[in-house]
């Protein structure tokens, strides 16, 4: 296996590149979750576009494929999830913050190895960066409510510490 390899697989690469790179894939997914909901192009589709894109190549490239597919995939009951703890419904959301949730929503339920915090944060940086002026602050509101309820034990221990 090359550098190169191992740097996209996250095989012995620091602990600080793994998490670049699984930092660069969920701002991958962000962006191929917007494009796939203006284009409702396939999961296929939209995963052979971004191959291609240069942003990709320092991308966690299997945890971007896992994401991506499992947002697309439970995409209805993710944002039903989401709806739980919104103040409006779904098609009210703005398209950058529906993706950004899908994808905060899917690790929440899928991905109970990373941290609440880590997903809670990276999806209000996603926000800082893509979204409307203050819309980080509705993320971070939202999925901090859904944290609380979808990973109760984790938030517990979190907070009595």
Wanted: hydrophobic share 40%; aromatic share 8%; charged share 25%.
């Amino acid at each position: 296996m090359s550098q190169t390899d191992s740097k996209k697989s996250g095989e012995s690469a620091p602990r600080g590149n793994i998490s670049r790179a699984r930092s660069q894939a969920r701002r991958c997914v962000m962006q191929a979750l917007y494009q796939w909901q203006l284009t409702e192009q396939s999961y296929a589709e939209i995963l052979a576009q971004f191959i291609e894109r240069d942003e990709y190549q320092t991308a966690n490239a299997e945890y971007f494929a896992e994401l991506l597919n499992g947002a697309i995939t439970h995409h209805e009951v993710l944002a039903g999830r989401v709806v739980e703890f919104a103040d409006r419904p779904w098609v009210q959301l703005d398209p950058i913050e529906r993706a950004i949730l899908l994808l905060g929503m899917y690790e929440l339920l899928h991905r109970v190895d990373v941290p609440y915090r880590v997903i809670v944060n990276e999806a209000v940086e996603l926000t800082k960066q893509f979204g409307a002026t203050d819309g980080y602050k509705y993320i971070n509101a939202l999925l901090d409510r859904a944290a609380r309820a979808i990973r109760a034990a984790e938030c517990a221990q979190r907070s009595s510490r």
